[in-house]
């Protein structure tokens, strides 16, 4: 079960609206690399994942994964008060606007709705692991593009923040695809999948080094 | 910056120690330095809230402290920008 913490992991305080800018980091919570879809491939993987050190990882940063969608939200909410219907239409924001009034529906810059289909559980640990890297590296350069594209000082703070932790992220995972090789044969990690091959992974477990 | 503003960010400077500590625990479970972070800052943590708390509302369900009135439907909302706040 999950408990909510009435606060945001880092404070989002935007002083001017720019409704073109909320909709491209729009993106991050409803698109490709965002961070709802960041959440849900990892609290979808940490089910049939074997090994303590990577489930604790999977779950720990999938939960953080709910607070960046929390701070995107933030994001493009108070990008998007006291808007004029003028400048909403001069903005582009209108094709958002006319589905979604400014309520936050995850969606990509483009408009396209968020789907499961932008991420994998495979149900094989070495193949998740690397989907995750993969994905915190994507997520870095979605965040890198938004900051390319935003010059608002109050706006690029948080980005840079989200942007840091995708690269904590990414060593994370880097650890765990480490342990993920050392417990398993590590002549031949690819030997078995140790989500599905039961007796092999049995076997790996019995007889598993002590200390990693 | 008011002094709810204040608390709050020691909380959440605190909470951004503790879940960091956290995750580098998953891969490294019995690093003692790391270990020993964690539990000065749980400490540090726990002082924190019982102020904050006291004075503005609670944090979590968990902080209810008694009383007549149910503080978790009280703005501030965490996404709510600084002039509602």
Redesign the interface.
């Known amino acids: 079960m999950w408990?909510?913490?009435?606060?945001?992991?880092?404070?989002?305080?935007?002083?001017n609206p720019n409704p073109k800018l909320a909709q491209a980091i729009m993106s991050q919570l409803g698109g490709p690399d965002g961070e709802l879809g960041a959440s849900m491939r990892y609290l979808n993987q940490r089910y049939s994942c074997p090994f303590g050190?990577i489930t604790?990882?999977l779950t720990?940063?999938g939960t953080?994964e709910l607070a960046h969608m929390?701070m995107i939200?933030?994001i493009v909410?108070?990008l998007t008060?006291n808007l004029t219907i003028d400048e909403i239409k001069k903005s582009g924001f209108d094709q958002y606007f006319v589905d979604h009034t400014t309520g936050i529906y995850p969606v990509s810059a483009a408009g396209v709705p968020y789907t499961m289909a932008y991420i994998e559980s495979k149900g094989d640990l070495l193949t998740d692991l690397h989907e995750d890297l993969a994905a915190e590296q994507k997520a870095r350069t979605t965040y890198d593009n938004i900051l390319r594209m935003a010059d608002d000082p109050d706006v690029r703070d948080v980005i840079k923040f989200l942007r840091q932790r995708e690269l904590?992220h990414y060593q994370?995972f880097g650890?765990?695809l480490r342990?993920a090789q050392e417990k398993l044969n590590a002549k031949n990690y690819y030997l078995f999948n140790p989500e599905f091959d039961v007796k092999q992974r049995e076997e790996t477990l019995k007889n598993k080094p002590k200390?990693f | 910056m008011s002094e709810r503003k204040k608390l709050?960010?020691q909380?959440?400077e605190c909470?951004?120690v503790l879940?960091?500590t956290?995750?580098?625990l998953?891969?490294?479970?019995?690093n003692r330095a790391a270990l020993q972070n964690y539990r000065k800052h749980q400490l540090k943590r726990r002082d924190l809230v019982e102020t904050f708390t006291k004075k503005f509302g609670?944090?979590?369900?968990?902080d209810f402290g008694g009383g007549i009135s149910w503080s978790?439907v009280d703005s501030p909302?965490?996404?709510e920008?600084?002039k509602e706040a």
């Open positions: 408990k909510y913490d009435k606060k945001l992991q880092y404070p989002v305080k935007i002083k050190e604790a990882t720990d940063i953080e929390e939200s933030a909410l108070q008060k904590v994370r650890e765990a342990i200390k | 709050l960010k909380i959440q909470d951004f879940y960091e956290a995750l580098f998953d891969t490294h479970p019995s609670m944090l979590e369900h968990d978790w909302w965490p996404w920008s600084e």
